[in-house]
T-cell receptor, first 110, second 112 residues
């Protein structure tokens, strides 16, 4: 079975600072990869998904971007964070039709 | 478009009570259905799934049956424990799709 790693686990950043969150997957090859954001007490919002290296779809307009430099690495970035970027960021990977999630990164923008 | 509707929370139960969390869906094709659980401060874990009509998914005492006629996938447990306190998400994916569609989640609190 696959294992999904995310880091950092927790991050506190000032408004306007850059962001880089990393996700790596073990135990599978050529997975679909996903970034979700979860605001406090709310459901999941799909931000990006990728079906292969350099193949990334954006679901919502925002100041975030995603990159997939390697088959099992997915990076979420921002050049300038906003207060509204605070939340719990989850990376997910598919095994056939089932999605598996990483432990998440809690981001607080002050 | 495809959608998942869950019963609104929060749901508060006493230990050993019977649990039902309703989930209905709308899909243009024949989806596979999932329940995920999120414990406080953690990511989502797959709880159970069903891939075709009348399939029953089960895990850790939880069950859900894929009902095509009522487009439902209700989650049940006969006797909840305090450790079951979490947020539960219902989700679907189409056979030809690459993205899950999630419900909004239902917060469950079980008191001793």
């Amino acid at each position: 079975s696959q294992t999904i790693h995310q880091w950092p686990a927790t991050l506190v950043q000032p408004v306007g600072s850059p962001l880089s969150l990393e996700c790596t997957v073990e135990g599978t090859s050529n997975p679909n990869l996903y970034w979700y954001r979860q605001a406090a007490g709310r459901g999941l919002q799909l931000l990006f998904y990728s079906i292969g290296i350099d193949q990334i779809s954006s679901e919502v307009p925002q100041n975030l971007s995603a990159s997939r430099p390697q088959d099992r690495q997915f990076i979420l970035s921002s050049k300038k964070l906003l207060l509204s970027d605070s939340g719990f960021y989850l990376c997910a990977s598919t095994d056939q039709e089932t999605q598996y999630f990483g432990p998440g990164t809690r981001l607080l923008v002050l | 478009g495809d959608s998942v509707t869950q019963m609104e929370g929060p749901v508060t139960l006493s230990e050993e009570a019977f649990l039902t969390i309703n989930c209905t869906y709308t899909a243009t094709g024949y989806p596979s259905l999932f329940w995920y659980v999120q414990y406080p401060g953690e990511g989502l874990q797959l709880l159970l799934k069903a891939t075709k009509a009348d399939d029953k998914g089960s895990n850790k005492g939880f069950e859900a049956t894929y009902r095509k006629e009522t487009t439902s996938f209700h989650l049940e447990k006969g006797s909840v424990q305090v450790s079951d306190s979490a947020v539960y998400f219902c989700a679907l994916i189409l056979a030809s799709g690459s993205r899950l569609t999630f419900g909004e989640g239902t917060q469950l609190t079980v008191n001793p």
